[in-house]
């Protein structure tokens, strides 16, 4: 399979592409990415500023048909995408069908707001003047996503961007371009006109820049790495141009000693491990109180050990490969870089399975206090810390003594300490008794300090990023 650019309405490739190898058997290469160089960036910019004007005055319902199509689509063909999705990134079948059913769902959503696109008519303070406020495309948007959610990601960039009557160039991430490629094809026959929404594959190092630089191109929405994300912020400051950035996250699960027991690893076992912690939302502090803390790390580790580890398409999986050598040695390197540090590590060690891939246990690093670098820095890999604390008072510090702020969470039953935190938790999002990975589509996605920067993702929010608001005066 070789995954072309789309521009304009047309594929086009670009002589040898890279190989898209899949995690879970080096072996099985799925196709051959293009890769975009500055010519064609150009080419993708041009179409979307031609077509732009024509689908900001789209109806709601050309905007709904277009993107009820695509919601379809991917429902119909949720097992299909789902194993490709697992295929190409290592997320476990199940995990994968339900990313596409998630993306599908996403076009559903905003289908939906297409046909609810209301503004406010308001009386003046002055008489016998008329206000009226309402919401306008930004025009050309730049969308840049990362490998770990390969179709939900792109789905929840790309269908506000639609609805809310903008343009795109998506630039996903060069590890996934099946999944992205898949929903560009379905995007291509869904009766959206040529060159609203265009599709470029390649380097983000070097297409990223040029992207952002581009006085055609009225924002950019990105998700990613935090040093990456903050070069975006900074960049798009200089130009004024608008800019929505999800980052890392460092998030705490707080766990009480009035927690029950059962539930709280549950909580952590998924919200740690699942998506092999691949995920921006996932629990990678684990703050428990001491009355409860040996009893957790022995029934929690008991869970980890009996997780299975292989091929994100074998029957039965919980947890597949890491997604490449790169990241797989740079969680290995956390794990020295914890033992170093005083952590004890129970499990993470390099496993072999039938076909070579990118496998590891679990870990979880006991012993840990919150100024170490396992603690401070986004590993994004299968590993947990588990952080011994007094009290309430001090897990709901130490949660919050972080420069990250997206998902924060709490194990317990009393509605004191759940109502405290859900008030007092540095976060954008807070989750009593569930992981501090697994969100709904039709509500805010979005953190706070070094997790996010600029308006929410997701849900009737995403309007604020996707439009710009009018406010007309009409007088006698
Ligand atoms: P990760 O480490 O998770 O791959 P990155 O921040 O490197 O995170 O990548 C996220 C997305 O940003 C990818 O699509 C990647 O191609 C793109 N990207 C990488 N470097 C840049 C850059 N300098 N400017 C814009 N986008 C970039």
């Given amino acids: 399979m070789d ?52 689908w900001a005055v789209s109806t709601p319902q050309q905007r709904f048909d277009v993107l009820d199509f695509i919601g379809s689509e991917l429902l119909a063909r949720r097992d299909e995408l789902g194993h490709l999705l697992a295929r ?25 707001e297409a046909l609810r696109q209301a503004g406010d008519i308001l009386p003046s303070v002055r008489p016998g003047v008329g206000v009226e406020v309402t919401r306008s495309p930004v025009g050309v948007v730049g969308l840049i996503t990362p490998w770990n959610f390969p179709i939900a990601i792109p789905a929840w ?17 060069e590890l996934v371009p099946g999944c992205a490629h898949a929903l560009a094809e379905i995007i291509s026959r869904s009766g959206l006109p040529a060159g609203v929404f265009n599709l470029m594959l390649g380097r983000g190092s070097q297409l990223g820049p040029q992207l952002i630089a581009d006085p055609r191109v009225n924002a950019i929405s990105f998700t990613g790495s935090e040093p990456t994300g903050r070069g975006i912020a900074a960049e798009c400051g ?17 766990v009480l000693d009035d927690a029950d027991l059962d539930v709280a690893v549950e909580v952590c076992l998924n919200g740690a491990f699942f998506s092999t912690g691949q995920r921006c939302t996932a629990s990678s502090r684990l703050i428990v109180t001491e009355g409860i803390h040996d009893r957790f790390v022995a029934a929690l580790t008991k869970r980890m050990r009996a997780l299975s580890v292989g091929h994100a398409l074998e029957a039965g999986m919980q947890v597949g490969p890491v997604v490449d050598a790169h990241q797989l040695d740079q969680n290995q390197d956390y794990l020295r870089i914890a033992r170093a540090e005083g952590g004890e590590v129970i499990g993470g060690e390099r496993l072999a399975r039938a076909t070579e891939g990118f496998f590891m246990a679990p870990a979880l690093v ?12 986004e590993v994004f890999g299968p590993v947990a810390s588990v952080i011994r604390v007094a009290d309430y008072d001090e897990a709901l510090a130490v949660a919050n003594d972080t420069e990250f702020g997206l998902s924060a969470g709490i194990c317990t039953q009393s509605l004191k300490h759940a109502t405290h935190f859900k008030a007092n938790a540095q976060a954008g999002m807070v989750m009593v008794n569930l992981p501090t990975a697994g969100v709904d589509y039709h ?4 953190g706070t300090k070094g997790s996010s920067y600029g308006p929410r993702e997701q849900g009737r929010h995403a309007a604020e990023f996707y439009t710009t608001v009018k406010t007309a005066y009409t007088g006698a």
């Fill in 3 to 54: 995954y072309r650019n789309l521009i304009a309405g047309g594929w086009v490739a670009t002589g040898a592409g890279t190989p898209n190898v899949n995690p879970s058997d080096i072996s099985d290469i799925l196709g051959h990415a293009a890769q975009a160089g500055a010519t064609q960036l150009d080419g993708a910019i041009a179409a979307a500023h031609d077509a732009a004007p024509g």
């Fill in 88 to 112: 190409e990134e290592g997320k476990t079948l199940p995990e994968g069908i339900g990313e596409v059913a998630r993306a599908g769902q996403i076009f559903k959503f905003f289908a939906g």
């Fill in 157 to 173: 960039k790309v269908a506000p961007a639609l609805a809310h009557g903008n343009a795109v160039v998506l630039k996903p991430a």
């Fill in 238 to 254: 200089a130009r004024l141009k608008k800019v929505q950035l999800e980052m890392g996250g460092k998030n705490p699960m707080v």
């Fill in 366 to 377: 006991t012993d840990t206090t919150n100024d170490m670098r396992i603690n401070r820095e």
């Fill in 443 to 446: 509500v805010p996605f979005g």
